[in-house]
């Protein structure tokens, strides 16, 4: 059987920035942050007291969850990813099955980090006081794992194969790879992917104790998030989900259904932790490997690259990443593609980063515009001995997008990049 | 029967009733599982409800007597009245 065509039917985010996909294009147009002050952070002493975290409306959980559920609703994970993911799945104009019938033809890859840690802190109190029997029904399906998957699967009805991947910041990302490598191969017609994470202190503080956070603008959260600016200094923490529905080309004609665009494929890799990486650090080969992977798999020229909207976290290692991207690709200077970090608008949204980007990414090809880079008026200078300042605009552009690349990398050095194109019929 | 104590116990049970249920469908013969199709691990959930607003303790064995809605009275008759 010949390799299966997949393209992306259905959008669905919920961002720092903006929560639905109208208000998060507006936000990515006109280049909105969605970083705030956390009093929460600041009476905890954290270093780092600013975060991006989804505003969700008053009354609208109401539309993703039962009364039952929302009860004692306390995974934030799961908060963000239902309303990404089942806002995408209607996007694509796909129904919820009624109680008798289950879609073998449909999966689910919806990554997280840790679900449900407020939960899981409550659970813990309350078996440390010898009160067990007080945790209820609802501890476990709000902490495990996998409780983003099991949400979405129960609410749509899916049943193909529903999963949650986990390989930290590049969870997001991998998703995508996973879902579509099933649709590619014929196990599934369509794949709802993406990736979730937490909020709050329980997630943010190991990164605060690492030292990784930037400290130097709890007075100026929007200022905060610095991608490739020269005196980046450590990332801002993010939260939030995003969401695709991949399906198989034929299944898209099939139902005349919107295609933003087409995935054209991928790669994914790990760096093992030698050479240049460790456990946080990337090992900068895995990571131009991978980037040369991707285009194998997909036969793209690496000249034909219009755009790449980078894992860029502001850590200090933005340099890093574009040597490795311009050696990857070859290219440099003028000929260098735009690039992009969503991060400088939401922070780093850990295990949801990947799949709020990409969802940012494949925005950019149905509009045909190249987000700004906020706080990047000042570009490291080992970043322009590589790159051509006006590749980084620092105001959104509109350009002929064509093809676009998006890559992540985790602690653990794990690394994905994919490759998007504008679908042209 | 308690009519107090009915009328408490119909308000807790109505969140955990699926769509396709009423609350006017509970009668004292209801079976809490079979008949009113609460999901049989949101039973624990029901307990705990029960404990709070009764403040009462309902133990393990008790919990496995309270299948309909009037069985689950006696035991709360029971436990409130001591």
């Known amino acids: 059987m010949s390799k299966q065509r997949v393209v992306i039917t259905g959008l669905g985010v919920c961002a720092p920035n903006g929560v639905g996909i109208s208000a998060f294009t507006e936000a990515i147009k006109k280049g909105i942050s969605g970083i705030r002050f956390q009093q929460e952070l600041a009476n905890l002493n954290f270093g780092c007291q600013i975060a991006g975290q989804p505003e969700i409306p008053d009354g609208l959980l109401e539309k993703y ?6 009860r004692d609703l306390e995974a934030t ?6 309303i990404a993911g089942v806002d995408a799945w209607n996007d694509a104009g796909l129904s919820v099955t009624d109680k008798e019938t289950v879609d073998y033809d449909s999966g689910i890859i919806f990554g997280t980090s840790l679900l449900g840690v407020e939960k899981f802190r409550k659970a813990i109190y309350l078996t440390d006081e010898g009160k067990v029997k007080r945790l209820g029904s609802t501890t476990v399906i709000q902490t495990m794992a996998s409780g983003i998957s099991a949400y979405l699967g129960g609410y749509l009805g899916c049943g193909n194969q529903v999963t949650t991947n986990s390989s930290a910041c590049t969870t997001g990302t991998e998703s995508i790879l996973m879902g579509y490598d099933r649709i590619v191969n014929g196990y599934a017609k369509r794949m709802l992917v993406g990736g ?4 709050g202190p329980y997630i943010w503080g190991g990164f605060d104790a690492m030292r990784v956070l930037n400290k130097k603008h709890n007075d100026q959260p929007e200022q905060g998030s610095r991608p490739m600016q020269s005196d980046a200094s450590g990332f801002v923490p993010g939260s939030g989900a995003g969401a695709l529905v991949l399906e198989s080309l034929e299944s898209a004609l099939e139902r005349n259904a919107t295609i933003y665009a087409e995935v054209l494929g991928g790669a994914v890799n790990s760096g093992g932790q030698r050479q240049s990486g460790s456990m946080t650090a990337p090992n900068s080969n895995a990571v131009q490997c991978c980037i040369k992977d991707a285009l194998q798999d997909t036969t793209v020229n690496p000249n034909d690259i219009d755009t790449i909207n980078g894992h860029l976290t502001a850590t200090g290692m933005c340099p890093t990443e574009i040597k490795n991207w311009s050696e990857a690709l070859g ?3 003028d000929n260098f593609p735009y690039i992009n970090s969503l991060k ?5 949204c850990l295990a949801a980063a990947g799949s709020i980007e990409t969802v940012a990414t494949i925005l950019e090809l149905q509009y045909g515009m190249v987000f700004g880079n906020s706080n990047c008026n000042d570009i490291h200078p080992d970043i322009t001995a590589i790159v051509a300042e006006n590749k980084i605009p620092n105001k959104t552009i509109f350009r002929d997008i064509q093809i676009a690349a998006k890559a992540s990398f985790g602690f653990g050095d794990v690394n994905c990049c994919m490759l998007f194109k504008k679908f042209n019929s | 029967m308690n ?11 109505k969140i955990y009733l ?12 209801s079976h809490l599982i079979n008949e009113l199709n609460i999901n049989s691990a949101n039973l624990v959930d029901v307990v705990l409800d029960v404990e709070d607003h009764f403040d009462i303790t309902i133990e393990d064995d008790e919990i496995e007597k309270m299948d309909t809605v009037a069985s689950a009275l006696e ?8």
């Open chain 1, 65 to 70: 969850f039962t009364p039952l559920q929302l």
């Open chain 1, 77 to 82: 994970g799961i908060t963000y990813g239902m």
């Open chain 1, 196 to 199: 979730c994470n937490d909020a």
């Open chain 1, 331 to 333: 290219r440099s200077g």
């Open chain 1, 344 to 348: 400088s608008m939401t922070g780093h």
């Open chain 2, 3 to 13: 009519t107090d104590n009915y009328d408490a116990l119909k308000t807790i049970i």
């Open chain 2, 18 to 29: 699926p769509e396709d249920v009423s609350v006017d469908d509970i009668t004292p013969n």
């Open chain 2, 75 to 82: 035991i709360i008759s029971q436990k409130v009245a001591k």
